[in-house]
């Protein structure tokens, strides 16, 4: 049997929201992190999933399964950490492969980073390909800013988190949607539920922690630290916000140059240090 | 004035003429005012002794970064308190001489120099600093930087911790050095960007470490409340999330203004105890060389786009190279075969989210539209005035493709090469 | 020693005909059971094939007066030859009308032949160039055979070497015609095509009628597979019609992805599903290959996959992709084989199983299960368009007599100017109307035609459920894909309207005298028939009754009616974008451009955004409200 054999990746699926209706769907982070993992050889592919199974999320369930997998692990009736730990004990992975962030809740990333934590396995964020599968490693490649690529190799077990520049997830199919299954799993272990855990659950903050739709933050204004007061006025008269754009008409090819690389370098976005 | 052209006919000094010539150099109003009777710089005389305007430095820039002509004839008062603006001197000085308590920023220091998200973050700090007295912002640097600017930033200490390591990605050594400065300081705040792989990646495992359930994506702190409050985006930037403040902080940009109008020591800091060496279980091998050009459009963040309206491919081609852009193309681009199909951007090829689109003889049909929906700024070069694309754009040159192109490819040369000279 | 031979070749062919018969028959066996009426259809056969068919074949007259000479006197000396000389009856009568069928079927033959000679490309050549000579040696084998029988010329052909060229001639007239019947020969469309008619899956089109709607998937019959992975997924009337085929290119030469160059062929995808009904590769096939894609390299059989997971199967996914579903071809054959029938059951297997929509065809229908649109735009706010209009929206006034079903468009700043011409009308005829507003789901159109019946079917559900809590006479849209699923795919769900598409319903509206005209002053105009207003649902006139009413000269393109050029945005083509040598909507645009005309009419979104994504210089693109619009005075100003 060879080493590659033995690899077991566990993925960690949520149930996502759609961004405009938020309407249950798979979470798109952790659809991309399935998608790495069946692309790989010879692993053995575990999907987990900690929660109750209803008919809000059942179908967003299914369209997991529609990607090709047989059948979806379900913890029911744990704390979600909790529950990822056995999960991932229990299916003795060495591999955790996970979205970045939920798409519902706080969505706050910190789960995978909890979990290795947990686990005592180092944590990898940012992941777009795995490379290579060695013997007690693996190398990856991470996103950088502007579509860069970092290589890295870390040493398994380990939880990799997934990049949103990630391989596209493959459509779901309708039909082994519907036909793979859902399977509540036993964990042995998973009735200790110590007081140290229950430390992240929002609802014991002595300060209500409160959701609401999010709202459109402010554009920041460009401050004008005007020394006069008749320029202090005229800045404060001054309409807040620009309606629609400059247009250059018949000025010089060179003047029309000098106008669009003063907006690249406003943006930042041109660099000057780079080759001629 | 004659005086000064006699000299310059006794002894020329080309690179200072070239940069009378480059309004967009960045000694050009210096050198510019030198020479003219005025230090108003909407027209000055020009290396051959014509006198050069530069409409665009009348008027003054309004807070939304419009500019406002003022007629009232007070046009040169307006633009010198411009420039005083720009080289504003008296920053009164903050110093704290012994701190009682500390707040720690982990800056990202994208290429070695203070993100305008660092910035921010240290305003932030100081916003929580001055709640309580003699507590200093202290700054944590890992490996070689470029900055200049601390003290103008806020930065009252600076923890710089060197080592080659920190070249590239290591996250397990940056957090042992975070551990033992918390055990050392004990600080009130821990303060990181939320981006990507820097803060957003640092700043969640030390929440971890530490067992503090940190407050991500923060974008507003309350500082009137009892306890603090602070709203953080939830639910992947759907909802809003009121909460205490915790100890630990990763925020987005803008969640404070930076400072602006203050000095500070940038004392330097060095920790008693040091974290000791560990094997690292991430191994850093390097950066994989990706071609800007290249580079999948959804991840661009600046596209240089070409339609139906180029002429010169080749020039186009060598324009994004230059400009270190990524390239795209309409359909019709793509069907004439002069752009590979996965450089497509509208609604059957990519959507794209870049900071800068820049649409080169692109008419702006609703279909192409549609994949640019989300770009933050649109700079259209296009002969017709009244096309589509022009009305989307934020800045539109009505004019060749070809020959502005050629134009922008000199100027970034020549900015380029100025660059060097003065490095 | 002819008389000996005779009967014995002439039941000797039948009997191998007959075992070919049956072997072809269990080949179509291998298809799932269909609830086609069998002696139902069997006594419906001849007026199929004598009217129906007929008038499809009569657009060809060349072929069609070529046929009933060749296809009448082969029936008729086939028959009289089996009585005559396998039987053996000695009568005079039928002895001479042998001859007559006979010298009819040489008659055809020749024409055959003639056509033959310099074949149009859409032909297949191969066996089908030997055809007409076996026409002609059957026909004058049997002529001369018959000759001495009716004592016209005396029995000296005891010759033997007369008799062995007449025994060569009759072998091979009996070997094409009777044993090639059943066993694959180009006669096969004969035996299959007269099955294929008395079992027609769409028995709805005989007699002049119509039937154009998808059949509906049935998820709670686990024995369905989801859509058609091999032939033997077919229904076995469905591999029945294939076999009908008679390989005469119409359909290849009226299918616009073809003549873009996309690798589509409809005769070409015919043929492959009879390849694979019988086992084989299509190195034998004899007509235009799929464009860009050589043969010998594709094969397959009744039971493996259409479309091989890995290396070649029977077909490539793109050409399934590239169809419109313009129906052209299916109008066009004279078999009435169903084409687009077949082309959606192959792209449900690969849409609802193996999740294989290509390019943005995922995208669309995760956006239509998401958001119910294919944008993924808010569906609060469809309605946004209108915000100045004060629509009545049927959940505040609860009834009402028109329903005004907008359509995806109203997400579209194209479509909402024609939205808002058609609303300007509407209030000028005081027509009593409202919207279903952000109640108004996407019709699930794209959906079904991109293969995803489950999708297609939830819409159409939520939409039934929805519009069955109002009340209202009659549905009224700009959108023929909306139109035609309302009228005739939600039955299949319980949701029967009387549905009316807006050239349609103003025409009505003008003949009533709710509308007034003033004299046209515009540039010249000419009409593109959408398909899924023309083709599917066969209306043809109201939009140009309407122009002509408004005062419009319609310059015809050549290519318009039954036979309009798709503009390429059907069937979710624009979406999963399969490359050819040019787009169809060029192609179109240059139909139009030779009418020289300065306008476009059109009666649909699709059509418009399709046309207009035609780079400049082109003719201006109008819906048909716009231009009507337009045209409106007030009926005292018209006084
Ligand atoms: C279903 C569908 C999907 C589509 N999807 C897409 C898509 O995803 N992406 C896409 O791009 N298109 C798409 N299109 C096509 C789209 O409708 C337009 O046809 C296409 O975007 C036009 O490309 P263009 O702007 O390059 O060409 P044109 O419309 O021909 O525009 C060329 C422009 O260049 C200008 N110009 C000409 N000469 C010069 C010069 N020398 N210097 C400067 N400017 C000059 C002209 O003024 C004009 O504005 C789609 C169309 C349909 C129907
Ligand atoms: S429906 Fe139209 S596009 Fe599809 S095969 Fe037939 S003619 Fe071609
Ligand atoms: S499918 Fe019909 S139109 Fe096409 S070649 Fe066969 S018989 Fe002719």
Not at chain 1, 229 to 235: G, I, L
Not at chain 2, 361 to 380: E, P, R, T, Y
Not at chain 3, 162 to 181: D, K, Q, R
Request: net charge neutral; glycine share 8%.
């Amino acid at each position: 049997m060879s080493l590659n054999q033995a690899t077991r990746v566990a993925v960690l699926l949520s149930i996502g929201q759609h961004p405009v209706t938020a309407r249950a769907r798979r979470a798109d982070q952790d659809a991309r992190a399935l998608e790495l993992a069946l692309q790989l050889n010879h692993a053995d592919v575990i999907p987990l999933h900690v929660g109750q199974l209803n008919e809000h999320n059942e179908a967003a369930l299914r369209s997991y399964l529609g990607m090709g997998i047989s059948q979806i692990k379900l913890i029911g009736n744990s704390d979600i950490l909790l529950g990822l730990e056995q999960g991932v004990r229990e299916s003795q992975a060495n591999i955790v492969l996970c979205g970045s962030r939920a798409e519902t809740g706080e969505g706050s990333g910190l789960v995978p980073y909890l979990l290795a934590k947990k686990l005592g396995w180092p944590i990898v964020s940012g992941l777009v390909s795995i490379e290579k599968l060695d013997q007690g490693s693996a190398t990856l490649l991470q996103a950088l800013p502007r579509g860069q690529r970092r290589k890295l190799k870390v040493s398994l077990p380990a939880v990799l988190a997934v990049d949103p520049a990630a391989a596209v997830a493959r459509q779901s199919a309708f039909g082994p949607a519907q036909r793979g299954a859902i399977t509540p799993q036993k964990l042995s272990s998973i009735e200790a539920v110590s007081g140290a855990e229950v430390k992240h659950n929002s609802a014991l903050h002595s300060f209500l922690w409160q959701f609401q739709p999010a709202k459109k933050r402010p554009k920041r204004l460009k401050i004008i630290k005007a020394t006069s007061a008749r320029d202090r006025f005229k800045a404060a008269a001054a309409k807040a916000d620009a309606s629609g754009g400059k247009v250059l008409q018949g000025v010089s090819a060179d003047d029309a140059a000098n106008e669009i690389i003063k907006l690249l370098l406003e943006e930042s976005v041109l660099n000057l240090d780079g080759h001629l | 004035m004659s005086e000064n052209m006699n000299n310059s006919t006794l002894r020329r000094d080309p690179r200072r003429e070239w940069i009378l010539r480059n309004r967009l150099h960045p000694q050009h109003s210096e050198i510019a005012t030198e020479d003219s009777s005025s230090d108003v710089l909407h027209e000055w005389m020009g290396p051959q002794g014509i006198k050069r305007k530069a409409p665009h430095n009348i008027g003054f820039i309004g807070p939304n970064g419009i500019r406002r002509i003022d007629r009232s004839g007070t046009q040169q008062a307006g633009s010198a308190s411009r420039k005083e603006i720009a080289q504003q001197p008296s920053r009164r000085s903050h110093q704290i001489q012994h701190p009682q308590q500390y707040i720690l920023v982990v800056a990202d220091m994208t290429g070695g120099r203070l993100s305008a998200q660092d910035k921010d973050i240290l305003g932030l700090a100081h916003q929580l600093a001055a709640k309580k007295a003699e507590t200093a912002v202290m700054l944590v640097v890992f490996g070689e930087h470029k900055e200049a600017a601390f003290a103008e930033a806020g930065v009252d200490r600076l923890l710089h911790i060197e080592g080659e390591a920190f070249d590239g990605f290591s996250p397990d050594l940056r957090l042992a050095w975070l551990t033992a400065i918390e055990r050392e300081l004990h600080p009130d705040y821990w303060l990181f960007p939320d981006s990507g792989l820097g803060g957003g990646d640092l700043g969640r495992r030390l929440a971890v470490e530490l067992d503090v359930h940190a407050a991500t994506g923060l974008w507003q702190v309350n500082l009137k409340e009892q306890p603090i409050s602070c709203v953080c985006r939830a639910a992947a930037s759907t909802q809003d999330l009121t909460r205490e403040l915790p100890r630990v902080i990763l925020a987005l940009s803008e969640c404070a203004e930076p400072i602006s109008d203050s000095l500070h020591a940038v004392q330097e800091f060095n920790l008693v105890r040091q974290p000791l060496d560990q094997l690292p279980r991430i191994q850093d091998l390097g950066a994989v060389a990706v071609d800007p050009a290249s580079v999948s459009l959804a991840e661009a963040e600046f596209i240089l786009s070409g339609g139906n309206g180029i002429r010169d491919w080749d020039g186009f081609h060598q324009t994004a190279e230059i400009l270190g852009a990524t390239e795209g193309a309409s359909r019709v681009a793509v069907d004439d075969g002069y752009m590979p199909r996965d450089r497509q951007v509208g609604a059957t090829g990519t959507w794209v989210t870049a900071r800068v689109y820049m649409a080169v003889g692109i008419s702006g049909a609703i279909q192409h539209l549609q994949g640019i929906q989300s770009c933050d700024k649109v700079i259209c070069i296009n002969t017709d005035a009244g096309c589509d694309m022009v009305k989307r754009a934020d800045l539109a040159l009505i004019g060749d493709s070809t020959e502005i192109l050629a134009a922008v490819r000199r100027k970034v040369s020549e900015l380029k090469q100025e660059k060097r000279h003065v490095a | 020693m002819l008389n000996q031979i005779l009967p014995l070749l002439i039941f000797g062919a039948l009997l191998l005909a007959v075992v070919g018969g049956v072997r072809r028959i269990r080949l179509w066996r291998n298809g799932r059971p269909s609830d086609v009426p069998i002696m139902a259809g069997l006594a419906a056969l001849p007026r199929r094939y004598l009217v129906d068919l007929h008038h499809v074949v009569a657009r060809d007259k060349y072929i069609s007066n070529t046929h009933v000479a060749t296809g009448g006197g082969f029936v008729a000396a086939a028959i009289l030859a089996i009585l005559v000389h396998g039987l053996q009856l000695n009568s005079q009568i039928l002895a001479w009308a042998l001859l007559a069928a006979t010298t009819s079927m040489f008659v055809g033959a020749l024409f055959v032949a003639k056509r033959r000679v310099q074949p149009p490309e859409r032909l297949s050549k191969g066996p089908w160039m030997r055809l007409p000579k076996s026409l002609l040696a059957f026909s004058i084998g049997f002529f001369l055979v018959t000759l001495p029988v009716t004592g016209l010329v005396p029995a000296v052909l005891g010759a033997w070497v007369l008799a062995l060229i007449l025994s060569v001639l009759i072998i091979w007239g009996l070997g094409e015609m009777f044993f090639g019947m059943t066993w694959g020969g180009p006669m096969k469309h004969a035996f299959a095509g007269a099955l294929h008619l008395a079992f027609h899956r769409r028995a709805e089109r005989f007699n002049g009628g119509r039937s154009t709607g998808l059949k509906p998937l049935h998820f709670d019959d686990q024995q369905q597979p989801l859509g058609v992975e091999k032939p033997s997924e077919f229904t076995w009337n469905q591999l029945l019609g294939f076999d009908a085929c008679v390989q005469c290119g119409r359909c290849e030469a009226m299918c616009p992805a073809f003549a873009a160059g996309q690798p589509l062929n409809p005769k070409k995808l015919i043929q492959d599903m009879v390849v694979g009904l019988a086992g084989g590769s299509d190195a034998a096939y004899a007509g235009s290959p799929y464009p860009g894609k050589p043969l010998g390299e594709h094969q397959g059989g009744p039971f493996a996959s259409i479309i091989a997971r890995e290396g070649q199967g029977l077909l490539d996914a793109e050409t399934l992709w590239s169809c419109t579903t313009c129906r052209a071809c299916v109008e066009e054959c004279p078999m009435m084989i169903e084409h687009v029938d077949a082309i959606v059951d192959m792209r449900r297997h690969l849409t609802l199983e193996r999740g294989q929509t290509p390019n943005k065809g995922a995208e669309v229908i995760d956006n239509l299960i998401a958001t119910d649109n294919p944008n993924g735009f808010n569906p609060a706010s469809r309605m946004n368009w209108a915000a100045d209009l004060a629509l009545p929206v049927l959940s505040d006034v609860k009834r009402t007599d028109v329903l005004l079903w907008m359509g995806d468009g109203a997400f579209d700043m194209r479509n909402q100017r024609s939205l808002r011409a058609l609303v300007k009308i509407l209030r000028a005829a005081k027509v009593d109307f409202a919207v279903l507003g952000n109640e108004e789901r996407d019709s699930g159109d794209v959906a079904r035609r991109l293969g995803d019946e489950a999708t297609f079917q939830s819409l159409a559900k939520r939409n039934i459920t929805t519009l069955a809590q109002y009340s209202f006479r009659s549905i009224v849209t700009c959108d023929p894909h909306s139109f035609h699923v309302l009228k005739n795919e939600y039955s299949d769900f319980g949701g029967q309207y009387v549905v009316y598409h807006h050239s349609t319903f103003i025409n009505h509206l003008r003949q009533t005298g709710k509308l007034n005209f003033a004299p046209y002053k515009g540039g010249s105009v000419t009409y593109h028939d959408p398909c899924y207003l023309g083709r599917y649902n066969g209306e043809y006139d109201a939009p140009r009754d309407l122009l002509a009413a408004a005062g419009i000269q319609v310059i015809e393109m050549e290519r318009s009616g039954f036979r309009s050029r798709c503009c390429g945005g059907g069937g979710g083509a624009p979406i999963t974008d399969i490359p050819g040598k040019q787009r169809i909507p060029d192609m179109r645009m240059e139909d139009i451009k030779q009418t020289g005309a300065e306008i476009v009419a059109v009666g649909c979104p699709q059509c418009t955004a399709m046309l207009e994504g035609v780079v400049d210089p082109r003719p201006e693109v109008l819906d048909i409200a716009e231009i009507i619009a337009k045209q409106l005075v007030e009926a005292e100003e018209a006084a």
